[in-house]
């Protein structure tokens, strides 16, 4: 039997992520720590990797445009997003497993909590998708680009059209849950969920239009880096070997 290949990596990044309660975005009040937070000794779930889920992944899985299994087209504007996963020194980070979710082109999901809104859902969207970054880190999507909802946060609240990313990498320590924006949205500077992020973290959530990436009568295309956190002393092991 294999030896798990267990890995450690630093304490979060706090000022590079949204403060826990942030009082422009209202459901932080009461989801936010009364307490101080405690510190949980890692096992070999939080050190190792996702293991035989990798297995589970097929390339359909990555066009969200055909993956409802219906056998018909999702509804609305295709778009390719794609871009590297990379550690923080710029390294690719292969092997990584990116799960996206979102609304449909009207700005619904398919879930139960959004069905008393009177937006329509496609029956050939399911809203979901994954794949496995090649050696490179590169990851590729299909997707329908999804529309600005209407949430309750505040008078005349509209979401920016947004995609939620999970990202596995080599272990649970390196997980990253985030959402990707468009550049040029106009709903960005009114979003409370965006701007409560720091200032330099909220630009890395947007995503860039690349003319290379889109293709002729078919889809225009969206590029998005995103960085996980590293190993402790990998730059330093790096620099012994050579």
């Known amino acids: 039997m294999t030896e798990p290949i267990v890995r450690h990596y630093g304490p979060r990044a706090y000022p590079d992520h949204p403060p826990f309660s942030y ?29 035989p889920i990798w297995s589970e992944i097929s390339e359909d899985d990555a066009d969200l445009t055909t993956n409802a299994g219906t056998g018909g087209e999702a509804i609305g504007e295709r778009i390719i997003v794609t871009g590297r996963v990379l550690d923080e020194h710029g390294i690719g980070v292969p092997g990584t497993i990116v799960e996206i979710w979102q609304t449909n082109a009207a700005g619904r999901y398919v879930h139960w909590r959004d069905s008393k809104r009177k937006a329509p859902l496609d029956p050939n969207f399911i809203g979901v998708g994954q794949c496995v970054t090649d050696e490179e880190g590169t990851y590729r999507f299909l997707t329908i680009r999804p529309g600005p909802y209407p949430w309750g946060n505040h008078p005349n609240a509209w979401r920016p059209a947004h995609i939620h990313f999970s990202l596995m990498g080599p272990a649970i320590g390196s997980r990253l849950v985030t959402q990707m924006y468009f550049e040029g949205d ?23 239009y690349d003319h290379d990436i889109t293709e002729e009568g078919w889809a225009t295309g969206w590029r998005w880096d995103i960085v996980l956190r590293s190993e402790e002393g990998i730059l330093e092991e790096s620099e012994e070997d050579e």
């Open 186 to 208: 106009p709903l960005l500077p009114l979003d409370p969920i965006y701007n409560s992020a720091p200032g330099h973290s909220r630009e890395r959530m947007i995503g860039s």
């Open 23 to 51: 009082p422009d975005y209202r459901s932080t009040v009461k989801r936010a720590p009364s307490q101080d937070l405690l510190g949980i000794v890692k096992t070999l779930t939080e050190s190792t990797g996702p293991g």
